[in-house]
């Protein structure tokens, strides 16, 4: 009895089998999409814990046609083993519910690197899904390196320490994890804060990506960052994170060995004293990365600089960007 129920299900089995390869025989092939994605960078060599500046670009050739729904781009750092260390997902400029048929579209990201215990290459893929995360991803033009996710790039990953060295110094609060990724953190100043780096004696680039509760302030807040008697005023608009991309020349790091950064805001805030909640702290600017590099080491492509070639306004003016 026992081998005549296996006999069964072995030709049950075969025969589904039999049918599956037909059905798979009579197949259509996937219908790409004719979109091209291409990827940037300003460097390939890359620190961890440094800022690189990505330009995507998406070719959209004359056989598109529209995609349904909102899609999100898909970016995928990948290490030697094909795991993923991180990833730049986001929605293109413009979003693809805007695309047209022959035409390109070319913008540019600032990505901060992850601090990781890996060196080594890095490949880099892409691909278009649908945004909520529902749905089927995108078929592209190019490499295909399984599940569509197209290889368009590939870096390499260098030691933290060929970065400049941060030393925080006076004004800052201990590191806070984000609430939405323990991996990341952020870090609260006092209404002044310093941190100092070692004198590259070259033109110095600073960025300085941020946010700070808006509400709490008595009247719109301005940031200062200044080296010595050499300033630039940031005026604050609103709660949102935002980037800043500081030259600080060769003349204005002067000839010491160490330089002094100092993040002054116009005024600070104690939660619990304007009622957003029972932390007493003194607090100022929240600072998500802040990053020093030589100019001549940046690769180009910057994209905005502040440059920080006069002294202090004292009436907060923000000096003209680049």
């Known amino acids: 009895m026992r081998f005549m129920r296996y006999g069964r299900s072995a030709g049950v089995a075969a025969l589904f089998v039999a049918v599956a390869l037909t059905a798979c025989g009579r197949r259509q092939p996937v219908e790409v999409a004719d979109i091209t994605p291409s990827f940037e960078i300003n460097r390939t060599r890359v620190p961890l814990g440094s800022a690189v500046e990505v330009t995507y670009t998406w070719t959209v050739g004359a056989g598109f046609q529209p995609l349904e729904g909102e899609h999100r781009a898909l970016v995928h750092f990948l290490d030697s083993h094909e795991v993923m260390l ?4 986001h929605v293109p400029e413009p979003p693809p519910s805007e695309w047209q048929a022959g035409q390109t579209y070319t913008y540019r990201r600032t990505k901060f690197i992850p601090i990781y215990p890996y060196v080594g290459d890095v490949e880099v893929r892409t691909g278009l899904y649908p945004a909520g995360g529902r749905g089927e991803r995108v078929p592209l033009e190019g490499e295909d390196a399984g599940l569509r996710e197209y290889v368009v790039g590939r870096i390499e990953l260098l ?13 800052w609060h201990n590191p806070e994890a984000l609430p939405d990724n323990p991996s990341l953190e952020r870090t609260w100043t006092k209404r002044e804060a310093v941190v100092s780096f070692k004198n590259p004696g070259q ?3 600073v960025y300085l990506e941020a946010d700070t509760n808006f509400k709490a302030f008595q009247s719109p807040p301005v940031l200062t960052v200044s080296v010595g008697e050499t300033a630039v005023a940031i005026p604050i608009e609103n709660s949102e994170v935002f980037l800043r991309k500081i030259r600080l020349g060769k003349d204005v790091l002067g000839s010491e060995e160490w330089v002094d950064l100092k993040l002054s805001m116009s005024e600070s805030f104690v939660p619990k004293e304007v009622g957003l909640n029972q932390d007493d702290r003194e607090l100022g600017l929240l600072a998500y990365h802040l990053y020093v590099g030589e100019e001549s080491e940046l690769g180009g492509a910057l994209g905005e600089v502040i440059d920080a070639g006069a002294p202090a306004d004292p009436e907060g003016e923000e000096p003209a960007a680049e």
Do not use: M, S
């Open 86 to 89: 991180f990833e730049d997902d």
């Open 203 to 205: 033109d110095a680039i």
């Open 159 to 171: 030691p933290q320490t060929e970065n400049i060295f941060l030393v925080y110094k006076d004004g």
